[in-house]
């Protein structure tokens, strides 16, 4: 029984001269959420619109389902669903409609289509604008439109490239909530972002990429420790570092700490606990391929 959903070997991508993705390697377990997080232009839509079966690589090979994205394309492509970075719905249409079409589109009945439709309009929230044009929808409507259309007909596999790109924070949250309902379904989940609290909170297994190259892999846990310990901070009375002391965060070691420190101190020091944020691991990591 094969346990990967998606398994990458040395796909490597030209547009002409500029080596767009450089021999990309990884395996995403079923089940789980992977991650690819990069800045703009690294590379991730390039490497969606292979694995997605868009686009062909120069070298090296990948395996959806088990199944080779060349030599199996049509199986592949019924293995997964795919929700692109800009929008692919139709303004002039409502919400009902594009449901109903895709699900036309996509081989259901009439009567099908309209009960998936209903119910994915539900599941996203969407029900009260049912009736009305897109085009009227605000950015997180539309996005959440975008995501049912590509979940008409159910696929174990679900690419989404940037999904909350643009967002407030209030809708990329229902965004959030959405794709952790999918996980919970069994649904395996291939996202890119720029954000890296996004995939600090969605993903199992992040990959940074960067210039076409993954330079790490990790669970967010294993990203964050990669660029060292959680901090105690002390700070003076103008919110002045005035002390750092590497600390394992457990109760023992903090009252031990300050047991150790609290009479040095000038008065109206404060402390806090600074944890590594995933901007700190990709600035550390991103900076080291800089010039190279
Ligand atoms: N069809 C194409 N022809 C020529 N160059 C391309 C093509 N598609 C992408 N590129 C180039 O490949 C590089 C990677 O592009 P890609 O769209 O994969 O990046 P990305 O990580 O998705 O960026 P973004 O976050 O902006 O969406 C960029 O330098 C881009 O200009
Ligand atoms: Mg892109």
């Known amino acids: 029984m094969n ?9 490597q991508k030209k547009f002409g001269n500029q080596m767009v993705l450089e021999g990309i390697n990884f395996t995403v377990q079923k089940g789980e959420i992977f991650a ?4 703009n232009g690294a590379g991730k839509t390039t490497l969606i619109n292979i694995l997605s079966t868009l686009a062909e690589p120069d070298a090296g ?10 030599s199996n394309k049509e199986k592949v492509k019924s293995s997964i669903s795919l929700t692109g970075q800009f929008a692919a719905v139709d303004e002039m249409l409502t919400g009902t409609e594009n449901l109903q079409m895709m699900g036309r589109l996509s081989g259901l009945s ?25 085009k009227t929808y605000s950015g997180g409507m539309r996005r959440r439109l975008d995501l049912a259309v590509s979940l008409v007909v159910p696929r174990p596999i ?15 949250r229902e965004l959030w909530d959405i794709i952790l309902q999918l996980a ?5 989940i291939f996202l890119t972002t720029q954000y890296l609290e996004e995939a600090d909170q969605l993903a199992d297994t992040i990959a940074v990429i960067s210039k076409g190259r993954i330079v790490a892999t990790g669970t967010p846990e294993e990203m964050k420790s990669r660029i060292g310990k959680e901090m105690v901070e002390l700070r003076n009375d103008k919110d002045e570092i005035i002390h750092e002391i590497p600390t394992s965060g457990r109760i023992e070691d903090i009252r031990q ?18 944890r590594p944020s995933l901007d700190d691991v990709f600035l550390s990591l991103t900076s080291e391929k800089e010039g190279s």
């Open 3 to 11: 346990e990967l959903a998606i398994q990458v070997n040395g796909l």
């Open 36 to 39: 690819l997080l990069g800045p």
């Open 61 to 70: 090979d990948a395996l959806i389902n088990g199944l080779d994205i060349k």
């Open 110 to 134: 009439a009567l099908e289509a309209r009960s998936r439709g209903k119910k994915l309009l539900q599941q996203f929230d969407l029900t009260a604008v049912a009736q009305k044009r897109v």
């Open 158 to 172: 679900i690419f989404l490239d940037e999904p909350t790109t643009g967002l407030d924070s209030r809708s990329r």
């Open 184 to 188: 919970r379904e069994g649904v395996t």
């Open 257 to 274: 700490i300050i047991e150790d420190i609290a009479s040095g101190v000038p008065e109206g020091t404060r402390m806090s606990i600074r």
